[in-house]
């Protein structure tokens, strides 16, 4: 199941890590003939994974739990929240712009201000 992070915490008496999940599944309602989003929040292990709340990632159900309360594990993360990459070209994208090409106007702003800069000295 896919679902976004909603909080972080420890469960048990050994302070296992896990994550509060909120996943959304559509619920069939039969008189209007339609599905509906429906969100359902699960409890995940989360052990070798660094995570973060507002984070996109995917949860199995566990085949033996380690506590009671907490039934499934997060297997992957997707997408890291405010991590945008765009899906043609691979690179990461920082509000409309690519962050590669940001870099590069960076360098040109401070060399032409050491230049301008040079020629006041």
Not at 93 to 104: F, G, R, S
Request: charged share 25%.
């Amino acid at each position: 199941m896919l679902g976004h992070v909603l909080k972080l915490s420890a469960v048990g008496y050994e302070q296992f890590p896990c994550a509060c999940v909120r996943v959304r599944r559509n619920e069939f309602n039969s008189f209007l003939n339609m599905y509906f989003s429906k969100p359902t929040d699960f409890w995940a292990l989360t052990k070798e994974h660094t995570i973060a709340i507002g984070d996109l990632v995917l949860i199995r159900k566990l085949d033996t739990s380690v506590v009671p309360t907490v039934m499934h594990s997060v297997e992957k993360v997707v997408l890291r929240h405010g991590h945008l990459v765009d899906p043609i070209t691979k690179k990461r994208v920082i509000c409309d712009v690519y962050e590669d090409e940001l870099a590069l106007r960076n360098n040109l702003v401070k060399t032409l201000l050491q230049q301008r800069l040079s020629r006041l000295s």
